[in-house]
């Protein structure tokens, strides 16, 4: 009898310490995946080991524009790159093949291509140009025929001032017509080493992009935030939303009141996310926002697509478009197709490429 007593207690503490730990654990959000097939996939090879860092833009006659970023000889950052262009006329089924147009000309790279429909008409193509360990800095290039050709260069920022970071796929037109484009600079010592966090900022053009002005700059409040790559989407009330890459877990906030001159306080976002960019857009058929993202707080991995309809504040109808163990998938761009269509661009490669690889588009559906 008493043997069965001390069993029986064991047994209830067993349960009650089970019961308690399992309370306290979070459990993981169950995502379906998104309803997608591949468009375009190309693959990294020795010679070369990553094509990054592009955008996509449906242009007026209906067809779509493909820039991005090639790399040869190397998959790192430094290695020497030059931008290419694909072209559809079928919405994205088939794709003429690459063909360069803008070369390193006997720099570090060229890379981080943004795609820009003009309000006023005409395309704009932004890029950085990199010409040392300290000295990177982006440019607009503008085309009048679809891409077909294009602009001399207009600096953005002052070449030799610095080493500037401008993601791909991150430039805007505001409903004002202002033009604005989101800046990390990386100061760097020395030693050639760049300093972690960035110092964040916009640049902007009133003149369709001719003449450019630098935006008021913050940094990190403290030293253990990483602020990195930031992004920017205008809000319904005018408003600018950037979202910052951090070392958190999370996305930061920030918001502009003044067309991206000046940032109020950084806050935490709702979008658990490792050190690795977000990219938000605006669908312009449903005026919702739509996110993709790695959501998760320490892999590039799953890369994952949500909308908010309350302008950023919560995320909704959370679906993966990659979830493959191995893998990391980085640096996303979008276009939309119709209310309930996309095309999601993105690099996708091996943990030790940190996802800077093969180069993947595909076309996803009721997201």
């Known amino acids: 009898m008493g043997r069965v007593g001390y069993y029986y207690g ?20 169950i995502l379906p995946y998104a309803f ?4 375009l996939f190309v693959e990294s090879s020795l010679d070369i080991p990553r094509r990054s860092e592009g955008d996509i833009l449906l242009l007026a006659d209906g067809g779509l524009l493909l820039v991005y970023t090639k790399f040869v000889g190397g998959y790192e950052d430094h290695n020497y790159a030059v931008l290419v262009k694909r072209i559809s006329t079928d919405k994205g089924q088939t794709w003429s ?20 429909q003009l309000k006023e008409g005409g395309l704009a193509l932004f890029y950085l140009v990199k010409n040392s360990n300290r000295d990177c800095y982006p ?45 990390s600079q ?10 972690e ?21 913050f940094v990190s409040p403290n030293r253990s935030l990483v602020l990195q790559e930031p992004g920017i989407v205008e809000l319904s009330d005018g408003k600018i939303l950037m979202y910052i890459r951090t070392n958190s877990g ?41 996110v ?28 993966l478009l990659e979830k493959l163990n191995g893998y990391f998938a980085c640096y996303p761009a979008i276009e939309f197709l119709s209310a309930d269509e996309a095309l999601v661009l993105y690099s996708i490669s091996e943990k030790e490429q940190w996802g800077l690889g093969s180069l993947k588009l595909v076309h996803v559906k009721s997201y």
């Open 250 to 290: 999370y996305q930061y906030y920030s918001y502009s009141e003044n067309r991206g001159y000046s940032w109020g306080k950084l806050s935490q976002s709702s979008l658990e996310s490792p050190l690795a960019p977000a990219l938000i857009e605006r669908n312009p058929y449903t005026k919702a926002l739509v």
């Open 36 to 39: 997608k097939s591949s468009t």
């Open 186 to 195: 990386h100061i760097v010592d020395k030693n050639e080493t760049f300093s």
């Open 97 to 116: 093949d690459e063909m360069e147009f803008i070369d390193q000309k006997g720099r570090l790279n060229v890379m981080s291509a943004s795609l820009l």
């Open 292 to 319: 993709v993202w790695n959501k998760s707080k320490s892999e590039r991995m799953p890369l994952c697509i949500a909308t908010s309809t309350d302008e950023g504040v919560t995320w909704g109808h959370k679906a």
């Open 197 to 217: 966090s960035g110092i964040i900022f916009c640049c902007y053009s009133d003149d369709g992009g001719k003449t450019w002005y630098k935006g008021k700059s």
């Open 139 to 183: 440019v607009v290039r503008f085309s009048a025929d679809n891409g077909d050709s294009w602009s001399e260069p207009t600096a953005c920022i002052s070449p030799g001032s610095g080493y500037y970071i401008m993601n791909n796929s991150r430039a805007i037109q505001l409903s004002t017509g202002r033009i604005v484009i989101p800046v």
């Open 10 to 29: 064991i047994g209830v503490f067993l349960l009650l310490l089970f019961s308690r730990c399992s309370s306290d654990v979070v459990e993981e959000e």
